[in-house]
């Protein structure tokens, strides 16, 4: 599985993404040390604390089938498109509650990838993007 599958992935997960509120379609793919892909998206809630982002849904995904050991994940992200306007990825960092939930099962060289495009591709590391990160 290469980097630019992996995002390729991501991007067709963007387009399952319920996200009727904030119109802001998210997809991940999570690649297993095992080499298994888990995917998610977004799925928002009309009580809004219930929405779920793309990034914990594919973790959710991979630990409930009993995967714990993780390599990288590819997140791209896709707002719904003004009437006539052409689709438009944009590069999209894991939020703070995500970043402290995948901490929870990754190491520090853990790799998250975004980009506007397979083109464009951005890494940097569990460690990067959370520093000094809590566990127990
Ligand atoms: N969202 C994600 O899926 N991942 C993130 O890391 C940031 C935010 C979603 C949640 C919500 O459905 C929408 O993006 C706007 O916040």
């Known amino acids: 599985m290469t980097d630019r599958e ?5 991007m067709e997960m963007t387009r399952r993404s319920y ?8 997809g991940a793919a999570l690649l297993a040390k095992d080499g298994t892909v888990y995917t998610g998206c977004n799925v928002e809630n009309s009580s809004f604390g219930g929405t779920i982002c793309a990034e914990r849904t594919a973790f959710v995904k ?3 089938e009993g995967c714990r050991e993780f390599e990288k994940i590819a997140i791209t992200a896709c707002p719904v498109p003004e009437e006539g306007a052409e689709e438009a990825f944009v590069e999209a960092w894991p939020c703070g509650i995500c970043r402290q939930f ?3 099962f990754c190491d520090d060289d853990f790799v998250i990838i975004t980009g506007t495009g397979e ?6 590391t569990m ?3 959370l520093p000094e990160g809590f566990r127990l």
């Not at 083109?119 to 940097?124: A, K």
């Open 127 to 129: 460690n990067e993007i």
């Open 119 to 124: 083109e464009t591709m951005r890494y940097m």
């Open 6 to 10: 992996l995002f390729r992935a991501a």
């Open 102 to 104: 995948m901490k929870e």
């Open 19 to 26: 996200a009727p509120f904030s119109k802001f379609r998210v």
């Open 62 to 64: 991979a630990v409930s």
